[in-house]
């Protein structure tokens, strides 16, 4: 798994129930694409030690106030090319920037144009995406599974969120 807080803060318990065997937890808290980038550029030998069947990415969300669009899917192309080099047999999971803010409208305009981008060029960039739009409570707040900040998940949030994911996986 790679990605910033939602990923840092995902479960172990719960990302250990995606099937997939031991996970990896490699979020790290407020980063940005370019620093998962970063991250693997500086790790590359150590990473290519693990062998992982399947990457899930959940990353863009602090990109999305601070990047034009076109910006953040030109990040994204260079981390998938960098995933896809360093691990050429894994399977590429990228589950769309979460709905965020106030009624769920924080950036939206913006995070649908990058979900709408990575839907569209999903078999281009090798890549399967993952739309967890559903666990925003019908994009009304408060929402169970948001924390106060309406950015990060709650337990049942993850709960959501893992059990959206494993489908996805799952799904052919």
């Known amino acids: ?3 910033d ?3 840092e803060a995902w479960p172990k318990e719960q990302s250990g129930a995606l099937g ?4 990896a937890n490699l979020g790290v808290g407020r980063d940005r694409i370019q620093n998962t980038l970063w991250f693997i550029e ?3 030998e150590r990473l ?3 062998k ?3 990457i899930i990415v959940l990353v863009g969300t602090n990109n999305i106030y601070l990047d034009k669009p076109c910006g953040v899917m ?3 192309r260079k981390l998938f090319g960098e995933i896809r080099s360093l691990w050429p047999n894994g399977k590429i999971y990228s589950i769309h920037i979460l709905p965020r803010g106030e009624q769920m409208k924080g950036a939206a305009e913006n995070i649908g144009y990058v979900n709408s981008e990575l839907s569209r060029t999903s078999r281009e960039l090798g890549i399967r995406t993952i739309d967890a739009a ?3 409570c019908g994009m009304t707040t408060p929402c169970a599974n948001y924390k106060s900040d309406l950015l990060h998940l709650t337990p049942p949030g993850y709960e959501a969120l893992t059990k959206i994911t494993r489908d996805g996986i799952g799904s052919p």
């Open 48 to 50: 290519r030690q693990i």
């Open 1 to 3: 798994m790679l990605g």
């Open 134 to 136: 559903g666990i925003a």
């Open 52 to 54: 992982p069947k399947s």
């Open 42 to 44: 500086h790790e590359r």
């Open 5 to 7: 807080s939602l990923v």
């Open 20 to 23: 997939a065997g031991p996970v």
């Open 74 to 76: 030109q990040s994204y």
